[in-house]
Each structure stands twice: as structure tokens, then as C-alpha cells.
């Protein structure tokens, strides 16, 4: 899946979590990423934080999309690596 539909998909997600329009733009993270450094971890550090919520609920699938989108702008993010290594476990996909 293409990060702008993954992005699009966990928008939803955030949204339903949330119940608020805060997430005007449908390209705000990618936008982020894009422009400056300072925007880029600001948006992977938002993602990493979502990531968060996601696992709480054991939705280990949507916590392995976010952490490849963040590994799509920042390949050596540990914590990003961990975190898919472990819904990757938790869903049982694992060899």
C-alpha cells in the first residue's frame, strides 16, 4: 500500500480515536516530513505517538503500517523497527 493511502486509512483511525476534525489536511504528516527537518520529527514523533494508541487497543496491524511509513522517511528509527518487529509477533507472521 502506497504511504499516502496507509496515511489516508490511519487518519480514519486517529479520527475515530480522537472524535475531532483536528486533522484538517489529508497529506499534513507527509507535508510535515517533506519541508524541514524540525517538521519531519515533529510528524514521525505524532505517527510514533499514534503508534501508541493503536497498540494499546491490540490493533497490531495499524501499529505496523505506522511504523513502515515512519521507516519509509527515517529507515534507522529504532524504536520504529522494534515497534513493527513486535506487531509482526503479536499477529503471528513471524518464522
Do not use: W
Request: hydrophobic share 45%; with cysteine; charged share 30%.
Amino acid at each position: 500500500m502506497a504511504s499516502l493511502e496507509i496515511y489516508k486509512n490511519l487518519k480514519k483511525e486517529i479520527l475515530n480515536l480522537i472524535g475531532d476534525d483536528v486533522l484538517d489536511e489529508d497529506e499534513l504528516f507527509l507535508n510535515l516530513i517533506s519541508t524541514s527537518e524540525d517538521s519531519r520529527r515533529l510528524a514521525i514523533c505524532i505517527l510514533m505517538n499514534s503508534d501508541v494508541c493503536f497498540s494499546k487497543k491490540k490493533e497490531f496491524v495499524q501499529v505496523g503500517q505506522i511504523c513502515s511509513v515512519v521507516l519509509e522517511f527515517d529507515p534507522n528509527n529504532v524504536k520504529a523497527m522494534f515497534k513493527r518487529a513486535v506487531a509482526v509477533i503479536e499477529l503471528g507472521k513471524h518464522d
